[in-house]
């Protein structure tokens, strides 16, 4: 395996953790067993797509400007310093818990198009797909393994929530988890950060 994809996947399936409409609409559906697997694929795929438009863009680049690469580094890691102390405030503070929801079920078509709503119209998801995962792959020199990394988390994570939901569900009702969670995604990307303003 090459030494570039853990660092991607980590750095993926951390970004993907976050609570959000979208992840909550993966697990209420995923609660019903409802069109789980379309669902979940339209999710990743479009990850897969982000992912590889910021490696490639990013990349690119990087090559042609030799400044860019650290300009990116110091960036990436200011950013992921930022996020991480986010994580941790909200493990401190608490107070966040995740609602299946009881409304009605929606076809197939519906769901997708709310997913696609919750993907491609949040303005989140290109900052960390597109910016985010883009600039750091600039650090290594196999940036489609670390784009594979980082696309292979959202693969992992969007299936194992929406096929796993009866038994995540109870967990993450409760605030506790979260914080938990929480906690666990502020090292995370801490320990992302430290890797980049050490390592390069």
Same mark, same amino acid.
């Given at each position: 395996?090459? #030494? ?51 490696? @490639? ?59 696609? @709503? ?7 998801? $290109? ?12 650090? $290594? ?9 980082? @696309?292979? #988390? ?8 929406? $096929?796993? @939901? ?35």
């Amino acid at each position: 395996m090459p #030494a570039a994809f853990l660092p991607g996947f980590a750095l993926g399936f951390s970004l993907i953790l976050a609570i959000g409409a979208q992840n909550a609409f993966v697990l209420r559906q995923g609660l019903r067993r409802e069109h789980v697997f379309w669902i979940c694929l339209t999710c990743a795929l479009s990850d897969a797509v982000l992912i590889g438009a910021g490696v @490639a863009g990013f990349g690119t680049l990087a090559d042609a400007a030799p400044w860019f690469g650290p300009l990116m580094r110091w960036g990436g890691a200011a950013f992921l310093l930022w996020y991480g102390a986010a994580s941790l405030r909200a493990a401190w503070t608490g107070g966040a818990a995740l609602k299946a929801g009881c409304d009605q079920g929606l076809t197939l078509a519906a769901a997708l198009a709310t997913v696609l @709503a919750f993907t491609w119209l949040n303005p989140h998801v $290109y900052l960390d797909t597109v910016v985010l995962i883009g600039s750091i792959s600039a650090q $290594y020199d196999d940036r489609l393994a670390f784009g594979l990394g980082a @696309a292979s #988390a959202s693969f992992v994570f969007f299936f194992g929530l929406g $096929y796993g @939901a009866g038994l995540l569900a109870p967990v993450f009702e409760r605030p506790r988890a979260w914080q938990v969670l929480d906690f666990v995604i502020g090292l995370t990307m801490w320990a992302i950060a430290a890797g980049l303003l050490w390592g390069g």
